[in-house]
Nanobody, 115 residues
Framework: QVQLVESGGGLVQPGGSLRLSCAAS????????MGWYRQAPGKERELVAL???????NYAESAKGRFTISRDGAKNTIYLQMNSLKVEDTAVYYC?????????WGQGTQVTVSS
């Protein structure tokens, strides 16, 4: 079993920044992929960014140039640095870990971008 705990969400003005964290514990395995997804009201959950256990990253087009995903392997933690936030970035952000055919989700953290 894997447990994921997200933190760092909140209210920010357009153009501002936030940093999300996701700490993983349990049977993580050495080979895995972790990522951030988001779900806005009335919309489907969508990928924001992924990072593999060897540091390969992938971003949604909407995140490129503004968001940066990173990881601290020693802490089994990933981060999402979000800059130049827009109103349309408002959503619940979820952390996901995928390994060995199984996937685990965190409880989500709300990010609200509003003036």
């Amino acid at each position: 079993q894997v447990q994921l705990v997200e933190s760092g969400g909140g209210l920010v003005q357009p153009g501002g920044s936030l940093r999300l964290s996701c700490a993983a514990s349990g049977s993580i395995f050495s080979i895995h992929t972790m990522g951030w997804y988001r779900q806005a009201p009335g919309k489907e959950r969508e990928l924001v960014a992924l990072i593999t256990s060897v540091g390969i990253t992938n971003y949604a087009e909407s995140a490129k140039g503004r968001f940066t995903i990173s990881r601290d392997g020693a802490k089994n933690t990933i981060y999402l640095q979000m800059n130049s936030l827009k109103v349309e970035d408002t959503a619940v952000y979820y952390c996901k870990l995928s390994r060995a055919g199984a996937a685990y989700w965190g409880q989500g953290t709300q990010v609200t971008v509003s003036s």
